[in-house]
């Protein structure tokens, strides 16, 4: 298996409400991202987890929480976003060597969040 | 500062016709460099890499890439490109050595006409 899948494709929710989505690889990666894309920008990276700790957050705002509850699995929870906040949210994951990073990346399709 | 510049916003070939995309960085020594491409609404896909050894580096879809470390750049080319290369193309680095983070630049969109 050489995917990494994300659920869902696409988001709609307000304001006040709270949604996760969720990434999945089965590649044995132990190293994972959450990555923001605005319409004609590159990615921007969000989070990163090495074995299933959190090693690089880039000063994201508290109302994204995300979370690793295993090797294969990534959530990313929201919680009162704002209208801004609607992009592409792409996962990706990374195979480690010797504890250090290979820094080839294999993302997901990602999940198109709305914010109304 | 360190950087990654892809100096074209958008190329538009022909069918048929030979490509080339460019790609600068500008760090204090040679990152490793990533190509990607990412069609309409869907993920990043990886199109080749540059580690170190041979400057000519092949990748999936027929791309290739040379790094010139004299120049500072990682371009991509295509012999001859087909109407479902167009998609939007990455130039990424990362600091051998550094975080797992990868720089990405702007990107450059390709438009093939028929």
């Known amino acids: 298996d050489t995917e990494v899948t994300q659920t869902p494709k696409h988001l709609v929710m307000g304001m006040t409400n709270k949604k996760s989505l969720k990434c999945e690889q089965h590649?044995?990666?132990?190293?994972m991202y959450w990555y923001k894309q605005k319409a004609k920008k590159p990615p921007e990276l969000m989070f990163v987890?090495?074995?299933?700790?959190?090693?690089i957050n880039e000063s994201v705002p508290s109302r994204f929480s995300p979370e690793c509850p295993n090797s294969s699995l990534l959530n990313l929870h929201l919680h009162a976003l704002q209208p801004e906040d609607s992009a592409l949210y792409l996962c990706?994951?990374?195979?480690?060597?010797?504890?250090?990073?290979?820094?080839?990346?294999?993302f997901g399709p990602g999940t198109r969040l709305t914010v109304t | 500062a360190q950087s990654v510049t892809q100096p074209d916003i958008h190329i538009t070939v022909s069918e048929g016709a030979s490509l080339e995309l460019r790609c600068n960085y500008s760090?204090?020594?040679?990152?490793?460099l990533f190509w990607y491409v990412q069609s309409p609404g869907q993920g990043l896909q990886l199109l080749l890499k540059y580690f170190s050894g041979d400057t000519l580096v092949q990748g999936i879809k027929g791309f290739e890439a040379e790094f010139k470390r004299s120049q500072s750049s990682f371009n991509l080319r295509k012999p001859s490109v087909h109407w479902s290369d167009a998609a939007e193309y990455f130039c990424a680095v990362a600091i051998p050595g550094g975080s797992e983070k990868l720089v990405f630049g702007k990107g450059t969109k390709l438009t093939v006409n028929p």
């Open positions: 987890y090495s074995y299933e700790k959190l090693s």
């Open positions: 590649m044995g990666h132990r190293a």
């Open positions: 760090y204090g020594a040679t990152p490793y």
């Open positions: 990706a994951s990374s195979p480690l060597r010797g504890g250090q990073s290979s820094y080839e990346q294999y």
